[in-house]
């Protein structure tokens, strides 16, 4: 089964404007973390912001929040007044703390594309 | 402080070849992963090596192959290249500690070099 799901494969945004890009995963394990990264055309992967599954408050990096509900297995990015650089993919990650399975397992992807 | 230093960032080969990537981790960081990035099958996970022991492996055939060094540098081999082996490879380290679990928290996350585009002709 699919651990991680990002059911949008593209999207486009104005500048300035916010927008979500969503994350589902699936786990048993009580302990885990989520990440999301940006990947540029240079390659680079980006760490943007994490979010742990016993953290009570949603993350926030600056222009980066993290709207995390646990309940449904959610776990979408919010960019706030996006900027042309923001161009990019954008990908979901899970770690699952217990298992010892020590390997990050990645979504599809989102491409996020900022228009002017 | 540095970065994550993945050599060289280009490199193009020939079917049967093999090639060796190699990987400096941040300083501290004694945890290096490997992921093989390629459009049909997205991010995969390689292996791990924490103190020059590997601790994971992915579902990838024998002809993958990695090793670290005391210093925590890494190295990855890939033998008998073929065709679909065509792919950007990235390295990440990482504050893991040597036990089973993470450590939880951000600043046991990874940092990501800018990958060694393979290409197998």
């Known amino acids: 089964a699919q651990k991680i799901t990002q059911t949008q494969p593209g999207m486009f945004v104005q500048e300035k404007e916010a927008v979500t890009l969503d994350c589902t995963y699936d786990t048993s394990d009580p302990s885990y973390g989520l990440f999301w990264y940006k990947q540029p055309s240079s390659g680079e992967m980006i760490f943007l912001i994490y979010q742990g599954s016993y953290d009570q408050q949603n993350a926030t990096e600056g222009r980066y929040s993290l709207n995390f509900q646990k309940a449904r297995k959610s776990a979408n990015l919010v960019i706030s007044a996006s900027q042309l650089g923001d161009s990019a993919m954008y990908f979901c990650a899970m770690r699952e703390e217990d298992t010892g399975r020590r390997a990050l397992t990645f979504g599809s992807g989102t491409r996020l594309q900022v228009q002017p | 402080k540095a970065g994550v230093t993945q050599t060289p960032r280009y490199l193009i080969k020939t079917r049967g070849q093999q090639v060796t990537l190699s990987c400096s981790p941040i300083?501290?960081?004694?945890?290096v992963s490997w992921y093989q990035q390629t459009p049909g099958q997205g991010l995969q996970f390689l292996f791990e090596?924490?103190?020059?022991?590997q601790r994971n492996k992915g579902n990838f055939p024998g002809r993958f192959s990695g090793r670290q060094f005391s210093n925590s540098r890494s190295e990855m081999n890939v033998s008998t290249l073929e065709l679909g082996d065509s792919a950007l490879y990235l390295c990440?380290?990482?504050?893991?500690?040597?036990?089973?679990?993470w450590g939880v928290g951000p600043r046991y996350g990874y940092t990501f070099g800018s990958g060694t585009r393979l290409t197998v002709v």
């Open positions: 300083s501290g960081h004694r945890s």
């Open positions: 990440a380290s990482s504050l893991a500690s040597g036990g089973a679990g």
């Open positions: 090596y924490f103190s020059e022991t």
